[in-house]
């Protein structure tokens, strides 16, 4: 080490781990002191039991320096080929404006808030989101729009999942999906009826009427691109008291009638090509709408308009109490991380445009699908309809002649369906675009000019939009879509609206379950590298030689990192890779002729996930008690298995435990399961605990979920994006979700898909493999030793002044700990809500509050916040405890005190009247260090139950913005 050379590749070889690692190495011997023990090493000896430690290290490579990485994955995305994409069904090319993608996609500002639990720090995107409904209401002609789903396919399976609630046809048990929807749709709904145990009847449209069903679902325009006046189908539908289900295409909306308006009771689709890119499958946000009347069984969140104590207009998230979290599987759907970065993306992009906007560039795309289709008509070309929006389908005999010519120009039809292909125009289709597919279509030398033909059509109209489907009434008709459309005023909403959300570039967010780690900035720069943002995810599989490196290079670490034999990348979200891993665990079981096996095993202390999500594989859950010290009842365990063990399907479990905790006996847990012929499913939330110190592999696991989101370092995005991917056994390896239109090497033909795309939210995997390329092994194991060296030192000085409800060997926790606020709520009358409001005039997003345990925060600080930042956080705690004690005192009354009236605004603070017993200072700059770096809460605290009462989805109407 002594010489010069060796330096330098010390240095170099540090040069990520050390930026993704919080506290400096100074810092962490202070901790270590304080913890008193000798070494890092000495502390895991104390908390990570020693039988399911690792004996091997990773072995996914040494850590390489950011601009190496950066630099050989430039190499690897230069091998997908980037051609003009004609394919449609679902995704399209479209210009994400610059305003957008540099100020919003790539402003962490932006992408690393979390889900707005606190409303008052998170005003900005709340607003978007509104944006965002309002948008969907205008355009679907619905009343009720939740702020988005994970894509088009997974939210026309939610739409069959509403419908069996609310439908009166109560015997019916079958869902009908015209012919002419998307495949992919096709395919997810039937993976999902398949759980749910319906039937699903796939036939021409017109048929629907003639079946006993609950529900059906119709594609408008469809995916060869007729668009039909489904009037009478969905009244046909609803005259057997099924439910009318209409999957849209979000442009065509601009010129076509509302599915709405035509009497459709739900209308989903993607709101991709309002500014998102394709992403090879994602990323993308789908939209919903349905009536009010189903208010109570709308999958998702919905944003709704509430007032503040002040009685300002304020946002939040509406009926909450449907969430999952609570309602368990009782809930509505398994839906957590949603995507709401990229419903924000759309909504901007429809305020940036404006109505008049959005409708110039519908009608310039439908245009030139017009052009396109008169030049090929009067060559003789014989479409498959009369009707389009921007989708042509060709009926051809020399198919095979065509595509070739179509790849030899670096173009791409959709070619999936026999004897035709389909063009589908775009926002980015130019007049030499035009020029080119004559070309290619009909051979060089066809005489055809466009400028000549685009005046034919211009001078003659057309009629491929039937006049019955031709819009007439107004949209976006709110200031929001009508103010912001020079640049400037883009830029100063966009900034605006930042202004009012706390992210992780202002504090720590310790969100206990929910890693909220770096996400480093050269982590994020690929993502919109054109080699990766603009392949669609249907194009041929040789065009995407880079992404299948870059997919399968994470692949084989992940599979080391969780000791499992295989993964699939599919699911987009925990809770997805959840319910993909059931499935698994099903199908596992009939292959074995143990079809009878459905009891699901979850612990008291479970994410409501998970019960969600073995409701949805028609599992019959059994909860499993915990003792006193938070850890799984072996006993109870033991007799529940036994009882059931006929009927045992798996356990879902988490670990460490969602109490913080490495649990003694986990693996002793794992060999009651399979003694019983179960097998387990272990929750991999909190793989940040486990990864390069032990995995669930190992410890006798079969299946788990990653939250990519959360220990994988790809942001949070406001509530969204994630990829949740399941690690299996090889047993398990044969039931991993394909896909009907491109065949998912290593899997089985057959097998359904759980997302619309291949490879779920491709676009956003680079940001893992990055992570775990500059890590390396010997970095992903200090991240997740420096994780729990964090929360020990957290947990070690808060404990000092508050009870820390769970703790495992040595008086240790893992990855982060549960604060007991229930004794002094008891004694002082404060509550867990006035604390976590509390926390954001320190300028601190509250901890997880009341999970798993009411009355209860749940800390997780990760691996990459200093010792400085975790102090603040401290300090802020231990000056609220005193607060607290003043209250308990009798110093405060518990009607007058700085917690009962948190968070305060400027306009609080300054306003004319002051009658509290604190003083205006003290309000907002109760320690120093606030002064510094304070953040001001746009809003007083919100009142839930005026908003549940009066629930406003959309833009309030202007009047309100007069007072
Ligand atoms: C976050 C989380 C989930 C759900 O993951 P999503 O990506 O939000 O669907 C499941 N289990 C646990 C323990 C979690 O923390």
């Known amino acids: 080490m002594s010489n010069a050379k060796s330096l330098e590749e010390l240095e170099q070889k540090q040069d990520f781990i050390r930026r993704h690692i919080g506290p400096s190495p100074a810092q962490v011997s202070d901790m270590l002191s304080a913890l008193e023990v000798s070494s890092v090493q000495e502390l895991i000896d104390q908390t990570v039991p020693a039988s399911i430690r690792l004996e091997q290290p990773l072995t996914v490579g040494e850590s390489r320096t950011e601009v190496e990485t950066l630099s050989y994955l430039k190499s690897v995305a230069s091998k997908n080929k980037v051609f003009k994409s004609y394919i449609g069904q679902g995704y399209h090319p479209t210009n994400v404006p610059h305003v957008i993608l540099r100020n919003v996609l790539e402003n962490p500002g932006w992408y690393t808030a979390y889900t707005p639990y606190q409303p008052e720090i998170a005003q900005g995107r709340l607003e978007s989101l509104l944006n965002f409904q309002t948008m969907t209401l205008d355009l679907t002609g619905l009343d009720l729009a939740s702020a988005s789903l994970l894509d088009e396919s997974t939210a026309a399976a939610e739409a069959m999942g509403l419908a069996k609630r609310v439908s009166k046809a109560k015997k019916a048990n079958a869902f009908f999906i015209a012919d002419?929807?998307?495949?992919?749709?096709?395919?997810?709904?039937?993976?999902?009826?398949?759980?749910?145990?319906?039937?699903?009847?796939?036939?021409?449209?017109?048929?629907a009427v003639n079946h006993d069903i609950f529900g059906a679902l119709f594609q408008y325009p469809t995916t060869s691109g007729e668009v039909v006046d489904i009037t009478d189908l969905i009244a046909g539908v609803q005259s057997k008291k099924a439910i009318a289900c209409v999957a849209a295409d979000i442009m065509s909306l601009l010129l076509l009638k509302a599915p709405g308006k035509l009497g459709a009771d739900v209308v989903l689709g993607s709101a991709q090509r309002f500014g998102v890119p394709m992403g090879y499958g994602g990323p993308h946000a789908a939209f919903f709408a349905t009536r009010d009347a189903y208010k109570r069984s709308l999958p998702g969140r919905i944003i709704g308009v509430s007032k503040d104590r002040l009685g300002n207009d304020a946002l939040r998230m509406a009926m909450q109490t449907r969430e999952q979290h609570i309602r368990r599987d009782k809930a509505n759907s398994n839906i957590c991380t949603a995507q709401v970065l990229l419903a924000n993306m759309a909504a901007f992009y429809a305020v940036y445009h404006g109505p008049q906007g959005l409708k110039t560039i519908a009608q310039r795309i439908h245009r030139f699908a017009d052009i396109l289709a008169s030049g090929l008509k009067a060559k003789g070309i014989a479409l498959k309809?009369?009707?389009?929006?921007?989708?042509?389908?060709?009926?051809?005999?020399?198919?095979n002649d065509v595509t070739a010519r179509a790849i030899a120009k670096g173009v791409n039809f959709a070619t999936n369906h026999e004897g035709e292909y389909s063009i589908s125009v775009s926002e980015t289709t130019t007049r030499a675009d035009i020029a080119e597919l004559f070309d290619i279509i009909l051979g060089e030398g066809h005489g055809l000019s466009v400028d000549a033909i685009a005046a034919d059509v211009e001078a003659n109209g057309s009629e491929s939009i039937p006049a019955s489907l031709v819009r007439d009434d107004e949209v976006l008709t709110h200031p929001n879509f009508n103010s912001y459309h020079s640049e400037t005023d883009m830029l100063r909403y966009i900034k605006r609206l930042e202004s009012k959300d706390l992210s992780l570039n202002h504090s720590m967010i310790s969100l206990g379950s929910c890693t909220m780690k770096l996400n480093a900035t050269a982590e994020m720069i690929p993502i919109t590298w054109p080699e990766f943002a603009n392949l669609h995810p249907f194009c041929p599989l040789d065009q995407?030689?880079?992404?299948?490196?870059?997919?399968?290079?994470?692949?084989?670490?992940?599979?080391?990192?969780?000791?499992?034999?295989?993964?699939?990348?599919?699911?987009?979200?925990?809770?997805?890779?959840?319910?993909?891993?059931?499935?698994?665990?099903?199908?596992?079981?009939?292959?074995?002729?143990?079809?009878?096996?459905?009891?699901?095993?979850?612990?008291?202390?479970?994410?409501?996930?998970?019960?969600?999500?073995?409701?949805?594989?028609?599992?019959?859950i059994v909860v499993v008690n915990c003792d006193k010290n938070g850890n799984v009842d072996m006993a109870d365990l033991k007799a529940k298995a036994e009882e059931v063990a006929e009927n045992l399907s798996c356990i879902m479990i988490t670990y460490p435990s969602t109490h913080g905790v490495y649990e003694e006996t986990i693996r002793e847990i794992c060999d009651i399961i399979h003694e019983h012929g179960g097998q387990v499913y272990m929750d991999g939330a909190n793989m940040n605990a486990q990864v390069g110190v032990t995995s669930p592999g190992f410890i006798g696991s079969d299946v788990s979920h990653l939250n990519l989101h959360k220990t994988f370092c790809i942001p949070h995005g406001g509530g969204g994006p994630g990829v949740g991917p399941i690690g299996v056994k090889s047993h398990l390896a044969p039931f991993m979700p394909n896909h009907s239109v491109i065949n998912v090497p290593g899997t089985n033909i057959g097998n359904g898909a759980v997302s619309a795309a291949p490879y779920g939210s491709a676009a956003i995997l680079p940001i893992s493999w990055a992570y775990i390329t500059m890590m390396g092994s010997e970095g992903l194991k200090q991240a997740t030793e420096m994780a729990i060296v964090n929360a020990n030192y957290l947990t070690h000085e808060l404990s000092k002044h508050f009870p820390i409800l769970y703790r495992g060997r040595n008086n240790r926790v893992a990855h982060e700990c549960i604060v007991d606020l229930r004794p002094l709520k008891e004694q002082s009358g404060i509550t867990e809500m006035d604390v976590a409001k509390r926390l954001q005039d320190y300028g601190f997003h509250s901890p997880t509050m009341s999970f798993p345990v009411a009355g209860t925060l749940m800390i997780e600080p990760t691996e990459s916040e200093s010792k400085g930042e975790i102090d603040r956080f401290i300090e802020a705690m231990v000056s609220i405890k005193g607060e607290i004690e003043k209250v308990i005192s009798g110093e405060w009354s518990i009607e007058n005190n700085p917690l009962v009236f948190a968070p305060h605004t400027q306009g609080d603070v300054l306003g004319n009247e002051w009658d509290r017993a604190y003083d205006r200072f003290y309000a907002a700059f109760p320690v120093p260090a606030v002064a510094k770096n304070k953040f001001w809460p746009t809003v007083t605290r919100i009142d839930d139950v005026y908003g549940d009462r009066n629930l406003v989805c959309s833009c309030p109407a202007v009047e309100t913005y007069r007072d």
């Open 385 to 399: 309809h009369n009707t389009w929006f921007d989708t042509l389908t060709v009926v051809s005999d020399n198919k």
């Open 544 to 620: 995407a030689e880079g992404y299948q490196i870059m997919i399968g290079e994470l692949h084989d670490w992940l599979v080391n990192i969780t000791g499992y034999d295989a993964v699939s990348l599919q699911p987009n979200s925990g809770a997805q890779g959840e319910y993909a891993g059931l499935i698994a665990i099903r199908k596992y079981h009939e292959s074995r002729g143990d079809a009878h096996r459905n009891v699901c095993l979850i612990p008291s202390s479970a994410h409501g996930t998970n019960p969600a999500s073995a409701q949805m594989a028609s599992m019959k």
């Open 180 to 207: 002419d929807v998307h495949t992919q749709t096709i395919d997810v709904v039937t993976t999902r009826a398949e759980q749910f145990g319906f039937e699903i009847i796939v036939g021409k449209a017109e048929d």
